[in-house]
T-cell receptor, first 113, second 113 residues
């Protein structure tokens, strides 16, 4: 069964450093998303991406965040200058139709120290 | 803005019994989709079941079924014949046919052998 894959599974970084979280969505999907979940809290929407541009973003997704689809298979989330409060589980998801049947990857646990 | 509320932080059920998890939501939209996601200890988000608001019939997937009450804005999940592997966090989620899922705070389900 096709699945969304994320790398790395765990990333530790120093405050102020840049990190790139990588995702390979399901191959025939057209919509791509990033969500995050701070430990013990609800899953929060960050951004959606369609047709090579951001289609929707939340207030969390400020100037320190960016997304990119550098080739036909990868979808990345960059955090420019990490803060302690960026520590969370980051989930990539994809869907064939916007907003429907979003399939999630296994997540990347980001720890900022 | 849409909100999703799960009023039960924790629930427990005896193996082979039935349990119902509650979810309410608030929206002014008439066309939307509702989902239940399961998050086991591995923290991956797994889609359990989906309901389209325009459908009157409640969705069913094997042991999982929903009770969708559109007027009451209620969307509960019933798990029949509970199994040990059902133990997880369960998140209710809402999508208004846009690109963003709004999640509830989750219900931790424990299954007692």
């Amino acid at each position: 069964e096709p699945e969304v894959t994320q790398t790395p599974s765990h990333q530790v970084t120093q405050m102020g450093q840049e990190v790139i979280l990588r995702c390979v969505p399901i191959s025939n999907h057209l919509y791509f998303y990033w969500y995050r979940q701070i430990l013990g809290q609800k899953v929060e929407f960050l951004v959606s991406f369609y047709n090579n541009e951001i289609s929707e973003k939340s207030e969390i997704f400020d100037d320190q965040f960016s997304v990119e689809r550098p080739d036909g298979s990868n979808f990345t989330l960059k955090i420019r200058s990490t803060k302690l409060e960026d520590s969370a589980m980051y989930f990539c998801a994809s869907s064939y139709i916007g907003g429907l049947e979003a399939f999630f990857g296994q997540g990347t646990r980001l720890t900022v120290v | 803005a849409q909100t999703v509320t799960q009023s039960q932080p924790e629930m427990s059920v005896q193996e082979a019994e039935t349990v119902t998890l509650s979810c309410t939501y608030d929206t002014s939209e008439s066309d939307y989709y509702l989902f239940w996601y399961k998050q086991p200890p591995s923290r991956q988000m797994i889609l359990v079941i989906r309901q389209e608001a325009y459908k009157q019939q409640n969705a069913t997937e094997n042991r999982f079924s929903v009770n969708f009450q559109k007027a009451a804005k209620s969307f509960s999940l019933k798990i029949s014949d509970s199994q040990l592997g059902d133990a997880a966090m369960y998140f209710c989620a809402f999508n208004n046919a846009g690109n963003m899922l709004t999640f509830g705070g989750g219900t931790r389900l424990m299954v007692k052998p």
